[in-house]
């Protein structure tokens, strides 16, 4: 409901500088992975390459993005008042939980090979969106 952390101009640049390496690693032909597909008679399924290196920074920058923004919503918390206080930390739990359990699917499973559950990834968006429709459309009692 308000600003709590400004940031500062190299704190800004600095994010967006990680931002556009990753996105030029991503999108070049030094990037993050590839696909290829591998053709099996009249089926074909795709396989996905990573490079490493790669992988890993981008796995370091999201967990990094994503502990910043839990933590300037738990201040957020902190600082807002009774009427938001309660609705926050609903937010805040769901999206631990979440992107918790999203990242171990999708992320650090496949560090280990085991592609078997990434599929079950997405599924958490599901309840982080639900809550923040309940939020948004929910009947206020002033």
């Not at 690693?25 to 490493?52: A, C, P, R």
Request: net charge positive; glycine share 4%.
């Amino acid at each position: 409901p308000f600003k709590s952390i400004k940031l500062k101009i190299w704190q800004e640049c600095f994010i967006w500088v990680i931002v556009l390496i990753l996105s030029i690693f991503s999108y070049t032909k030094w990037n993050l992975m590839n696909f290829d597909k591998i053709i099996y008679g009249h089926t074909y399924e795709f396989v996905i390459k990573y490079n490493q290196i790669f992988q890993w920074a981008y796995s370091l920058f999201f967990v990094i993005l994503v502990t910043c923004s839990l933590y300037i919503l738990w201040l957020k918390h902190k600082q807002a008042e009774n009427f938001f206080k309660k609705d926050i930390l609903i937010l805040f739990w769901m999206l631990l939980i979440g992107l918790s359990l999203g990242s171990y699917f999708n992320l650090f499973l496949d560090y280990m090979g085991n592609f078997k559950y990434e599929w079950f990834g997405p599924v958490f968006t599901v309840p982080m969106n639900l809550v923040v429709v309940y939020l948004i459309f929910s009947k206020r009692e002033e």
